[in-house]
């Protein structure tokens, strides 16, 4: 399920949007407060939804802070509904505005549409997605949900591999004609089979069920994307 971080302070507004995100099928983290919100930062949030007036800063430098250093995509909830403030907010990072009052139904098809527009977007420095999961080629990093994942050097290969060829069925024939281990040798069957698992246990929610590295049966492996 989405990871949803509701930014508000007012407790009453908190504890509703968190009640009616999670009917609605997400996961919501409340923070009262910008301290509060830093501390889930690293929880694997895909989304913030943000008031902009908050009583330890303004949610206009969180946002720009947001926007700067993660990929987290923000929706601002703010009552002022001016058009100098909406173009700042949409200026400094944010992905979308709503003021104050707004129905439920409305923000949660913004959020669902913002979640799919992320996961659609096709970055320019050639970096790979599949599911929440990142490599970027020009560093050789992998992320999930905008966290560090530490591979071995096969498994980066490995994971390179599938998503160069998303959604495609990789035969465990020609997976092995690539990997090589560390030290020059080549990588058996049993070795192969070991590190799809240990891959699994790293970029997955649940190893037991992949949802982004699956088991095509009889063939091989690919990387399907998939919405959380």
Request: glycine share 6%; aromatic share 6%.
């Amino acid at each position: 399920m989405d990871k949803i971080l509701v930014v508000e302070d007012n407790m009453e507004l908190s504890d509703t949007l968190c009640r009616n995100l999670q009917a609605e099928g997400f996961t919501p983290y409340a923070a009262l407060s910008l301290a509060q919100a830093r501390k889930y930062l690293d929880s694997g949030i895909d989304l913030c939804l943000l008031d902009i007036n908050l009583p330890d800063g303004d949610g206009f430098a969180f946002c720009r802070s947001l926007s700067e250093n993660t990929a987290i995509p923000v929706i601002l909830l703010t009552v002022r509904d001016g058009a100098q403030d909406m173009v700042r907010g949409l200026s400094i990072g944010a992905d979308d505005y709503v003021a104050k009052p707004f129905r439920m139904d409305v923000l949660v098809s913004r959020i669902r549409a913002l979640l799919r527009r992320v996961r659609n977007r096709r970055p320019e420095d050639g970096s790979l997605y599949c599911g929440d999961v990142c490599i970027n080629k020009k560093t050789s990093k992998v992320y999930k949900k905008d966290c560090p994942v530490e591979l071995t050097p096969n498994e980066y290969q490995l994971l390179l591999l599938l998503l160069e060829h998303k959604n495609q069925t990789i035969t465990r024939e020609q997976i092995l004609e690539k990997l090589w281990d560390v030290d020059g040798n080549y990588v058996n069957d049993n070795t192969l089979t070991t590190l799809v698992k240990r891959l699994r246990q790293k970029v997955e929610d649940h190893p037991q069920m992949p949802k982004i590295l699956l088991t095509v049966r009889g063939f091989g492996y690919k990387a399907v994307d998939y919405e959380g």
